[in-house]
């Protein structure tokens, strides 16, 4: 067997969980696919030299981890529009944009489903990637998100963890207490996050792509809940509350049945919806990732990352339809 093949037998089966493991880091699909290439193209420099002193997973993720430690350094977090500030009251008001903030981004689902994969590994892989987990991690530290991770997601020892990152144990523990305090001030409670059994989360989602769909703003305002939330990034506006959501996508979106199409996805774990909007042409184009967060008293919220470029990691075509003849 020559050194190449060797490499890839060992490190291909594990690149989705690396993946997961760069994304819950940084917050964005397309940089954690970039952060994971160049833990490839660093493991397969240095593999001549790996002794096995640990396993090749663990000796992944230590090239992994390093590599988003430095990204998060140049670039910082990436935040989702309530993590920057109060909601607006106001759901006429023009939208407040904001292009040059590096937002999250939703991961789909088949980038970590990767072939040759085994259920260990892709159980690994969709561990600690739901959407508001992902966000709320955003407002640790670099260092303590890692800790936390490591910790909590994947279950590694504090000495394991130490090592990993080249600090003590205890420095790990005391990382690993302000992490999860902090954790719990920004995280929704767990009753809030919680989704509903399968079939009650099925039609949900049914009946919700069916009301925007149908422009049935009444419909759709029975699958809310009172507390509701709409973010839209790259807007930093967003809005909480029943009144106000509504109010804005009745005047904003739902304005005709047949405006929006709706086309079923998955990502962080979740169901999603890429969402298609008619255009002037008769073809409806790519226009938003929208994820709703379901739970057995209605939907919490709605992130609708409003950025066609996103159909692109989804594998989905930048318009449905054609031009009427």
Sequence with gaps: MSVTEGFTDLTTPLRGELLAHCY????AADEAE??????YLRAWRSYPG???RSSV????YRIA???CLTAIERRGRRPLPSGLGAPSTDPEAPLVGASDVAWLQPLPEWLIAAERQDPATLVAARAGIRLAFVAALQ???????AVLILRDVLDWSAAETAVLLGTTTAAVNSALLRARARLARVLPAEEDLAEPPEPERRDLLERFAAAVENADVSALARLLRDDVTLEMPPALTWFRGLPAVVRFLAERFLTAPGRLRLVPAAANAQSVFAVYELGQDGAHHAHAVIAPALTGRG???MVAFADPSLFRL???PAAQGSVPT
Excluded: Y
């Design 299 to 301: 939907i919490a919220g």
């Design 34 to 39: 970039d952060l994971v290439q160049e833990t």
């Design 65 to 67: 981890t390093n590599v």
């Design 50 to 52: 790996f002794e096995g």
């Design 24 to 27: 819950r880091m940084v917050g």
């Design 139 to 145: 407002h640790l530290s670099a260092r303590q998100r």
């Design 57 to 60: 997973r663990t000796w992944l």
């Design 314 to 316: 989804f594998g989905l």
